[in-house]
Each structure stands twice: as structure tokens, then as C-alpha cells.
């Protein structure tokens, strides 16, 4: 499961949408919590990023509160799914990470970890969005983040790790013509050599705590 992670700078390229610049600018992020306003590339517009709310609200959703419990979806079970089937096909997309938080259980205690890049930067984490009209009229893009077996580092921390796609994988996984076969192979454990996890301070599991304090490593 990927429950927090970090988005503290965009790419210079590609830009924030435009018509997302008044209301809904981009502001550094040390704790991102499901419902907040995430940058995503979508498949539908890959020339910009677009702000979407963390928690997936299916098109034929009656309740915005389902989205709480879709901020993951299980790579191996995507195409069985009623909520991921159908944007599997049609509205996979790019969720901008520069590293996520996992609890790793430690006796009574659960002790949170950064986990990121090794060389630092900006990781593309597998999505999959969705548009929902409100009863009120209101629309509503959200995603989900999807999560694979762990790599060797994980493996020691948690049960599952966020789909990590390199450069080619990531314009892969936007294609239009994408057969789904092929799409489903992407979402793979990314190479342990090239990440790297450290323990931080426990006040990231308020969700109220969003300071650049709580992405540095601890004793």
C-alpha cells in the first residue's frame, strides 16, 4: 500500500495546465494525503500536468466517500476490477513522486520510511483516473495509485511498493494503442540498486504536519 509521499518540485517540462494555475497552483508537498490535489500527467493530455484528487471516484460512483478506499489498486488484479478495468484501457496516467512513506512494523511500533531515488529526483508512480459528475453537477478527476509485489529493499519495510516506471516505461504506459497485455507488463518492482529508503520522524503520520522537516533522515 502507498498511503503518504512527498511532491516537493515540478519539471520544468511538461507545464501545469494552464487552466489549472488560478485555483489550484502547485505548492510543495511533504505529506500528500488521499483527497488532496495531486500533479498527474494524464493519458488523455500528456503535453501537460493536471491537478487530480489521491483517491479514485469511478464515473458510475454514487458516493464521493469510495474514493477513500481507492487510493491503490493491485497491479495483478486491474483487469478483473469494476472500479480499474475500464481506465486500465482508456485513462492510465503519471503521478509525480519524489519519494513515499511506508511503516515498517518494528515490535509494538511502527517506525515510518522515506523511500526514493538514489540520485534524488522526480519518480513517474503507475496511475489510473477517472472522471466523476457530482449529483450537483460538479466534476471531479481522481486516481489511484498502483502497487506491485516489493523489490529487495521494500521487501524488508513493506508487503507492497507503488509501480515505479522508468523513462521508456512511462511514455509506454501513456500510448493510446497500448495493448492491455502490454500494459500489465509494465507494472513491475522497480530495481532495488537504484533506490534508497531511511527512517524519518513519526509526525508524518499526522496528516496535519506538512513541513520540509519530515523528509529528513533520523537517527
Known amino acids: ?17 494552464e487552466n489549472q494555475l488560478s485555483a489550484n497552483h502547485f505548492t510543495p508537498n511533504y505529506n500528500v494525503a488521499p483527497t488532496n490535489a495531486c500533479p498527474v500527467i494524464p493519458q488523455a493530455d500528456p503535453a501537460h500536468i493536471h491537478l487530480y ?35 486500465l484501457q482508456r485513462s492510465r496516467c503519471l503521478v509525480l513522486a519524489d519519494g513515499f512513506y511506508e511503516w515498517k512494523k518494528e515490535g509494538a511500533e511502527k517506525q515510518p520510511f522515506r523511500i526514493g531515488m538514489k540520485e534524488g529526483g522526480l519518480m513517474n508512480l503507475a496511475g489510473l483516473y477517472d472522471l466523476w459528475r457530482s449529483p450537483d453537477g ?11 509485489e516489493p523489490n529487495s529493499l521494500m521487501a524488508g519495510i513493506h508487503d507492497r511498493m507503488p509501480v515505479i516506471l522508468d ?12 495493448p492491455q497485455q502490454e500494459a500489465l507488463a509494465l507494472l513491475r518492482p522497480f530495481e532495488a540498486g537504484r533506490m534508497t529508503a531511511y527512517a524519518v520522524s513519526k ?15 533520523i537517527a
Open 1 to 17: 500500500m502507498c498511503g503518504r509521499y512527498t511532491i516537493t518540485e515540478l519539471p520544468a517540462s511538461p507545464p501545469l495546465a
Open 53 to 87: 484528487r489521491w483517491g479514485l471516484i469511478p464515473h458510475w460512483a454514487k458516493d464521493i466517500k469510495i474514493g477513500y478506499r481507492l487510493i491503490n489498486a493491485r497491479a495483478e488484479t486491474l483487469a478483473e476490477k469494476s472500479s480499474f478495468k475500464n481506465p
Open 138 to 148: 460538479q466534476m471531479i478527476y481522481s486516481f489511484t495509485i498502483i502497487t506491485t
Open 167 to 178: 523513462s521508456v516505461d512511462a511514455e509506454q504506459w501513456l500510448r493510446e494503442d497500448l
Open 203 to 217: 509526525a508524518v503520520g499526522n496528516v496535519r504536519n506538512n513541513e520540509p522537516s519530515l523528509i529528513e533522515p
